[in-house]
């Protein structure tokens, strides 16, 4: 009788990778009591909030942007009356008629001025500001929740990619993943995985999704790459769908220095592909996910002569899931006139990006204020709660 340890290794199989895509990189889980689940998404590259929510209202925009962010003139979705949603992410406009799609203009972490993109991630991730003492810089935020969590299941907790997720790392134990070469099967050898591993659910499913994905992988060159996202997406729903309460992943090919339509483009069908494949594996479990997509920085106001932007300060960040309130922006906006604009080049930030996932965190897993503001994001001042959740 053919054992799984004979298949294994009489036809020599590879371990497959979604995260090895040069534009998608670590996916982190974690197990958490209750039934509420929480996605963070890592936008590396610094997506453009002044273009994914367009604030086609401000009548400083034109003259800053004459070819770019044009609002609904242009094809974007007028949202209300001030706001216009990137023609890119048209495919999540339904959630935001549903109540579950919303923005936050004008965040950012702490970080200022340098605008380097490893440093700008490591601050986002780590959830620490400045003006900390090292020994407090050290791990992510999630990895710190965790450790709040007395009843988290910690050897459930694990990373799927070739490397760890700063804001997943930490002393909260976590096992990993990492999809990291190629998998290739004739279709014969397919149906011999499938009949092997049919009666074990858990490797049943994780060998299918395998394959998916390193389906997907192999047509994302004529696709775009568009569905190794998806595939991403459906492997956290499936994993939230079970013991686990938190995962995070990042996507990457945010920065648009040129041609930024195109850039961006590619980028936010990326992350459409994402949500939407979420919210579809959920199921029913959607009602209780709250995602939050968040970025390094933004960039600058005014467009270049490349048709595309610099790096900036303020940025926006997107939430989706049926635990939101959404259908709306939250947040103040500063303006874009000349004496609004932060080093009178970028958006001025009204907020610190950490208050909402603070905020976020403490709806959905009752985490006290104090350790959010002392120990998950040292040094934070929440401020007034924003109210984002149903």
């Not at 990778?17 to 998608?24: G, I, Q």
């Not at 495919?91 to 340098?114: E, H, I, M, N």
């Not at 309130?325 to 006139?337: A, F, K, N, Q, T």
């Not at 080049?345 to 909402?356: E, G, I, S």
Request: with cysteine.
């Amino acid at each position: 009788m053919l054992s799984r340890r004979l298949f294994l290794k009489s036809t020599a199989l590879i371990g497959c990778s979604a995260a090895a895509h040069p534009l998608l990189s670590t996916v982190s889980f974690a197990s958490a009591p209750g039934e509420n689940r929480l996605v963070v998404i890592i936008l590396r590259g610094a997506m453009d909030g002044l273009d994914v929510l367009q604030p086609y209202g401000d009548p400083a925009l034109r003259g800053l942007r004459p070819g770019l962010s044009t609002g609904p003139a242009d094809g974007a979705t007028d949202l209300d009356g001030f706001y216009a949603l990137h023609p890119g992410l048209g495919a999540l406009y339904p959630l935001w008629q549903a109540g579950q799609l919303g923005f936050v203009p004008a965040v950012s972490t702490p970080y200022r001025d340098k605008r380097s993109h490893f440093d700008g991630q490591d601050l986002l991730e780590s959830g620490t500001g400045h003006d900390l003492p090292v020994r407090m810089q050290q791990g992510g935020w999630l990895n710190r929740l965790l450790q709040d969590m007395p009843d988290a299941v910690s050897q459930t907790a694990y990373s799927v990619g070739v490397e760890d997720m700063l804001i997943l790392a930490g002393q909260a134990q976590a096992r990993s993943w990492a999809p990291d070469a190629q998998l290739r099967m004739s279709p014969q050898a397919q149906m011999l995985l499938d009949h092997v591993y049919h009666d074990d659910p858990l490797f049943r499913d994780a060998a299918s999704l395998a394959g998916e994905i390193a389906a997907e992988r192999m047509d994302g060159g004529r696709r775009g790459g568009g569905a190794t996202a998806g595939a991403l997406g459906r492997f956290a729903a499936s994993r939230l769908n079970e013991a686990t309460r938190i995962a995070s992943f990042s996507i990457g090919g945010w920065d648009s220095h040129a041609n930024q339509p195109q850039v961006i483009g590619r980028a936010l069908q990326r992350l459409s592909d994402a949500i939407l494949a979420l919210r579809e594996g959920l199921g029913g479990n959607w009602d209780r996910t709250t995602v939050l997509a968040m970025t390094e920085f933004g960039r600058t106001a005014r467009q270049n002569g490349s048709g595309g932007t610099d790096h900036g300060t303020g940025g926006a960040m997107l939430m989706a899931g049926g635990a939101i309130r959404g259908g709306r922006v939250i947040g103040d906006w500063p303006g874009l006139g000349e004496g609004d604009l932060y080093a009178g080049r970028d958006l001025m930030p009204t907020r610190d990006v950490r208050a909402y996932a603070a905020w976020a965190m403490r709806g959905l897993f009752g985490t006290e204020r104090n350790a959010l503001e002392q120990s998950i994001f040292p040094g934070l001042d929440m401020g007034d709660d924003p109210g984002m959740l149903a």
